[in-house]
């Protein structure tokens, strides 16, 4: 007689239930579990540096992107509209697993790189993208974030421009007029979506 898995034998199981009733299997993410007003709602509620920002709200990994793609608008304004919509999406994972900062990221390892990786691939299938992005065009989207981290940094996280220096180089091309002020998690989910729509060609039921 075959003995029964003991709980700790049976695979792991890791889905979350999400608001528009789908299950998303965290460790084995299939795009059809994948909806953007479940991406859109999450990353508006998901506060980048830990919440440690100034302003009455959080300033949300929603946000975030829609700046990041404003950034990649002004430095490569040939860039196809598909992969803008990559870029709007590149931090898609989170809205699952959360921002972490970067250092506390390389601690956890490849563990956590990996499971990031495979909800990337599947939010990329899920509307239209290849699973893992050409080389040039991941270096466009790094560009923009790095130039939205450090004005984040400066003018809502607390650093001082010689401070933020000494942990990361200043990005050439900063806009010079570029002010952040944080939105409501609603405003911020509402104006994902209608970047998403704008790129994407779909229309969002609200």
């Not at 898995?5 to 084995?28: C, K, V």
Request: hydrophobic fraction near 40%; proline fraction near 7%; charged fraction near 25%.
């Amino acid at each position: 007689m075959a003995r029964k898995n003991s709980a700790s034998e049976r695979p792991a199981r890791a889905w979350q239930r999400m608001l528009s009733g789908r299950r998303l299997d965290i460790l084995s993410p299939s795009p059809m579990d994948i909806e953007i007003s479940d991406i859109a709602h999450g990353l508006a509620r998901v506060a980048r540096w830990n919440g440690q920002t100034t302003g009455t709200y959080g300033y949300s990994v929603a946000q975030h992107s829609v700046v990041v793609e404003r950034l990649v608008q002004t430095n490569a304004p040939d860039l196809d509209q598909k992969w803008r919509l990559a870029c709007l999406l590149h931090d898609g994972p989170e809205y699952v697993i959360g921002d972490m900062i970067t250092p506390f990221k390389s601690v956890l390892g490849p563990a956590y790189k990996d499971i990031e990786a495979k909800l990337e691939g599947a939010i990329h299938l899920r509307f239209g993208l290849p699973a893992i992005l050409p080389a040039y065009v991941k270096a466009i989207i790094k560009r923009a974030d790095r130039m939205a981290a450090w004005l984040e940094a400066t003018q809502l996280a607390g650093f001082s421009e010689a401070e933020a220096k000494k942990l990361f180089p200043q990005p050439r091309g900063l806009p010079a007029d570029f002010i952040l002020t944080p939105e409501p998690p609603e405003e911020a989910a509402q104006r994902f979506l209608r970047r998403f729509e704008i790129l994407s060609g779909e229309k969002v039921a609200r």
